[in-house]
């Protein structure tokens, strides 16, 4: 009897968990027909872990892919919602997954505020397009473990929130940024630029619609005023 450990060695492949199950594989081997000569008799394999024995080997890789979202919302008096603000995707390996490689299969699709769907190219590992309010665009197939970095180049009057944050942080070369690993199945990023009538008065930019009313009662009591 001889005996054996099969395994499979795990690649490097972005994205995939590999089976890291192993077997114990006894060859039988018994006097073949003439003398001096040897046949197999029987082939067995038994999962180690469960020991349950099986006719062959079964390995189950497992391929896991995220979706990125990002959206526009463009909000403030003076916020102009037909302007396309600039924006810069960037995917890569973080120190973790240094040595692995995946393959340029993201895709990516743009909606626009009346719902009609768009392609947009990626290159390599990067992707520029713009965003109106109420549009945003949509990354498939993005192998878990993959970093990306979101970026929006900064519009002279606007402030920026990410996700709601008070103060979007800071990329550099005038541009704000989100960073971080696809571990989710769905990750979801939401810029909002705003632009107010006066920044000394936080009470008129909380959108055209509040600006308005408040000039309406201004005037009134201008009209009234003795």
């Not at 919602?81 to 973790?96: L, M």
Request: hydrophobic share 30%.
């Amino acid at each position: 009897i001889y005996t054996y450990q099969v395994a499979e060695t795990a690649g490097k492949t972005l994205g995939v968990a590999y089976d890291t199950k192993t077997y114990t594989m006894k060859v039988t081997v018994v006097n073949g027909d003439t003398v001096g000569s040897y046949k197999i008799h029987s082939v067995s394999f038994t999962d180690n872990a469960t020991k349950q024995k099986d006719d062959a080997p079964s390995f189950t890789n497992t391929y896991t892919a995220n979706t990125l979202s990002v959206s526009k919302t463009v909000d403030g008096a003076l916020g102009d919602k037909d302007y396309p603000f600039e924006f810069t995707v960037n995917f890569a390996k973080n120190t973790e997954n240094a040595e692995k490689t995946w393959t340029d299969a993201i895709t990516a699709e743009k909606t626009d505020a009346n719902n009609n769907k768009s392609t947009v190219n990626i290159t390599s590992d990067s992707a520029s397009f713009t965003l109106k309010h109420g549009e945003s665009i949509k990354f498939s197939n993005v192998p878990a473990g993959l970093t990306y970095t979101v970026s929006e180049t900064a519009v002279d009057g606007y402030e920026t929130k990410i996700n709601g944050s008070e103060t979007a942080p800071a990329a550099g070369d005038g541009r704000v940024a989100i960073s971080a690993d696809t571990d989710n199945a769905e990750e979801n990023v939401t810029y909002k630029n705003i632009k107010c009538i006066d920044s000394r008065d936080p009470g008129i930019c909380l959108g055209d619609a509040t600006y308005i009313t408040r000039l309406a009662i201004v005037g009134a009591g201008g009209i009234t005023q003795r």
